[in-house]
C-alpha cells in the first residue's frame, strides 16, 4: 500500500489559518479551513474577546497574514493597554500594516453587504487582509431585534467576507446559564467554539474550558478541554486520547532484564526485581514505609547512572531530600547533575489535562528511565468523577510503558491493614505488580509486614515477611509464620520469625567456629567460652 507524502508547512497554510492558540491547533487538525468563518461564544469572563484577538495578532506576528478588529465597544488605544498585558504589541503590529484596529457601529459593517459604502471592504483590499474579527456580533440587536432579520443581516456579512477569502471570526456573548441551546448562529457559521467558566468547589477559582462544537468540512477532536490565561495568552490542555500519546511518545526499545528494586532481599520475593518499563503499586496505610520503598528505589537506579522523575502531590522538594538524607541518602548530587527531577504539583486545583502535558512533554525532553509517583490517592483526591479518574491512570499508564518507564505508584489505603481490591478505583487490575504494606499489633507492639499481591510473568513468594525501617531505610526480617488474618486486619495465632536470610549465615557461622575450634589456635580461655556458647545455642558438635 501507498503511503501518503506527509504535506509541508505551506501546503498546509494554504489550506488552513492556524489560530496561533496553543493547543487549539491540535484540537482542529492544524487550524480552521481558509476563508471559513468561525463564532466563539462564552458567557462573561470566559475569554472569548482574548482568543479572538490572540488569533488576530499571532496571526500578523507569526504568519504576516494581515488582520483587522473591529470593535463596538472599547476604543483601540483601551485594547492596546488591556492585551499588551500578554505582550501582544498591536500598536506596532498597526505600524507594519499588519493589523487595523477600527471602533466604529455595527451599521457601518452592514453598509458593504447592502451595496452602500464598504468601509472595511476597502480596508480588507488596502491591507490584503486575511483575518477579520468582530467583537461581538451581539451589538448586531442594536440595528434590529428580529431573528429573521439578524439571521439574514448575518448571512449576507459572511458571504461578503468569504468572497474576500477572508477568515472571519465573530465573537458573541451568550447568557451564563445551563443548558445546551443552540443558537441560529451557529447554523450559519462554518465552525462554532464555546467557552465554558465554572467556579471550582474546591478551590473557589474560576474552571475555563473549551468545546468545539462544529467544524465544516474538516475533522476536530470534540470533547470538554480546560485551559488558562497564562502570561503569553491562552494556552488550552487538549484531553489527550490513546492515539495522541502514540504518535507523541515512540514506543522504546526494552529487554525483559529485571530492575532492582533497591530494597535488600525483596528482589529474591519477585523474581530478582521488577520488569523494564513495568507499572509498580505499592499499597499501604500511612507510616507502613511507602515512600521510604520509593526512596530506595530512585537512589538505586539513579546510582547506576539511569535518569529518574519523582512526582509528587504533598511533599515539597526540600522536604523531600531532607527525609532522604535521615535515611543515608544524598539524592542532592543527582539533581544538579541533571539525572534526577523533582515535580511537585498541588492536588488542589489540578488539571488533569495539564498534568499530562506537562508530564508527556518532560519524558519526550528528558527521557527518563525510572519514576515514583506520590501518590494515585492524590489524584482520586483531585479527579472527583470516578470515570474521568479511571481515563486518566489509563492514559498514564500507556504514557509509561510506551516511554520504557519502570514505574513505582503508591497508594494510600484507608485502612492500617485490610486486602485491596485488585479491581475498581484501587487499579491494581492495571498494574504489572502489587506489594501491600501492613501495619499489625502484636503482643502490644507495632510491626510492619510485606505481601506480595501479585506479579506478572514471575513465580513470586507467597510469604508475609515482616520489616523494619532503620536509619538505612527498609529492612526485610522474617517471614510471617505462626500468623493469620495479617491482611484483613484480624491477627491471631503466635508470632515465630523464620528468617531465611539469616539461617544460611548462621550454618555458615557454625562451621567457621567448628574449623577454629579444631585450628587449636585458640587460647584455652577462649576455648572453653566458644565451646559455652556453642552449648547454649545448642549447635554443639
Known sequence: ??????????????????????????????????????????????GKSTFAIQMLYQGAKLFKEPGILVAFEEFPNQIYQEYADYGFDLAQMEKENLLRVIWTEPRKVLDGSTGKEDLIGRIIRDMG?????????SHFKRVTNKESELREILHRILNNFKMQSVNAILVKEIDPGPGDSISFEEYAVDASI?????????????QRAIQIRKTRGQKHISGTHPFEFQPDGIQIFPHLRPVDIENLIPPKQTSARKIPTGVPGLDSLIGGGFEEASVNLVVGYSGTGKTTLARRFLHSHLAQGLKALHLSFQEIEERFHRAAESFGLDLKPYRENGQFDFMHLSPVGLTPEKLLQDLTLRILKNKYDCMVIDSISDLKTSISDPEKLREIIHLLVLLFRRAGITTLALNESEEISGNISLSGLDFAYLADSVIQLSLAEIDGKVHRFLAIMKMANTDHSKDLHEFLITSQGMELRAKATGLSGILTGHTA??????????LEPLDQSTRALAEV?????????????VISAREKLGIAD
Open 1 to 46: 500500500m501507498k503511503r501518503s507524502r506527509r504535506k509541508s508547512r505551506e501546503e498546509i497554510l494554504k489550506e488552513k489559518m492556524p489560530t496561533g492558540v496553543k493547543g487549539l491547533d491540535h484540537l482542529l487538525s492544524g487550524g480552521v479551513n481558509r476563508n471559513n468563518s468561525l463564532l466563539i461564544e462564552g458567557p462573561p469572563g470566559s
Open 129 to 137: 487582509a486575511k483575518r477579520l474579527v468582530i467583537d461581538s456580533i
Open 194 to 206: 464555546r467557552l465554558v467558566n465554572r467556579l471550582s468547589g474546591s478551590t473557589g477559582e474560576n
Open 493 to 502: 495465632g503466635r508470632f515465630e520469625a523464620v528468617a531465611d536470610q539469616v
Open 517 to 529: 575450634l579444631a585450628s587449636n589456635q585458640l587460647s584455652e580461655q577462649d576455648r572453653k567460652k
